[in-house]
């Protein structure tokens, strides 16, 4: 009786994860929800009063500077509506600095005396010393700043979120450089929404 051979299956790889067609259905959706937006208002801010105006008015401005929304204080009228939080932490930095140097002088002096029967020597010294000192005092304010922002449609669906983070630079103040951070965030997503694979 002949051994009966048996058929083997070679193993088949893994199929890698393939989102399904309502995740697709959805990211397309939200990218063409975010293209139709063209009139948007910044709402107010929560967190630190001051601070959250601040980075208001300078989100209003930067948004402004791209040319592609419209403005408006009416957010019944807008498209879509930014909302968020702002907050600001300000910290004293104190450094202390003691420079010294020390220095001194001395002089002397000898004296002498002979004679046939002998002599004698004498001599004497002084010296003057001191140690001067001057303590130097700085100090500097630093700054940690963060924002989150949204970008909510009046049925309440967010079309775009981040957060920034920001310490101020030698030109901005943190106010102004999180809400310039911020746009660029929203146009990068806006320009790559308006590329051919994203139709």
Same mark, same amino acid.
């Given at each position: 009786?002949?051994?009966?051979?048996?058929?083997?299956?070679?193993?088949?790889?893994?199929?890698?994860?393939?989102?399904?067609?309502?995740?697709?259905?959805?990211?397309?959706?939200?990218?063409?929800?975010?293209?139709?937006?063209?009139?948007?208002?910044?709402?107010?801010?929560?967190?630190?009063?001051?601070?959250?105006?601040?980075?208001?008015?300078?989100?209003?401005?930067?948004?402004?500077?791209?040319?592609?929304?419209?403005?408006?204080?009416?957010?019944?009228?807008?498209?879509?509506?930014?909302?968020?939080?702002?907050?600001?932490?300000?910290?004293?930095?104190?450094?202390?600095?003691?420079?010294? =140097?020390?220095?001194?002088?001395?002089?002397?002096?000898?004296?002498?005396?002979?004679?046939?029967? @002998?002599? *004698?020597?004498?001599? @004497? *010294?002084?010296?003057?010393?001191?140690?001067?000192?001057?303590?130097?005092?700085?100090?500097?304010?630093?700054?940690?700043?963060?924002?989150?922002?949204?970008?909510?449609?009046?049925? @309440?669906?967010?079309?775009?979120?981040?957060?920034?983070?920001?310490? @101020?630079?030698? =030109?901005?103040?943190?106010?102004?450089?999180?809400?310039?951070?911020?746009?660029?965030?929203?146009?990068?997503? =806006?320009?790559?929404?308006?590329?051919?694979?994203?139709?």
């Amino acid at each position: 009786m002949e051994p009966t051979a048996r058929a083997q299956t070679a193993p088949t790889a893994a199929a890698a994860p393939v989102a399904s067609s309502a995740e697709q259905f959805q990211a397309g959706s939200d990218l063409k929800q975010l293209l139709a937006v063209k009139r948007v208002c910044v709402a107010k801010l929560n967190g630190d009063e001051r601070f959250a105006a601040q980075v208001q008015d300078m989100l209003i401005s930067s948004l402004f500077t791209t040319k592609h929304f419209t403005l408006t204080d009416n957010c019944d009228r807008a498209d879509a509506t930014f909302k968020g939080t702002a907050a600001e932490n300000r910290e004293r930095l104190s450094r202390l600095e003691d420079e010294g =140097i020390g220095f001194g002088k001395s002089a002397g002096a000898v004296s002498g005396s002979w004679n046939r029967s @002998g002599g *004698s020597v004498s001599g @004497g *010294s002084a010296g003057v010393a001191g140690l001067a000192s001057e303590t130097l005092a700085s100090s500097s304010d630093k700054s940690n700043a963060a924002v989150a922002l949204r970008l909510v449609t009046k049925d @309440g669906d967010v079309l775009w979120a981040t957060t920034e983070e920001s310490t @101020g630079n030698r =030109i901005k103040g943190p106010a102004a450089d999180l809400a310039d951070r911020a746009v660029r965030s929203l146009m990068r997503e =806006i320009e790559k929404a308006s590329a051919p694979a994203a139709q």
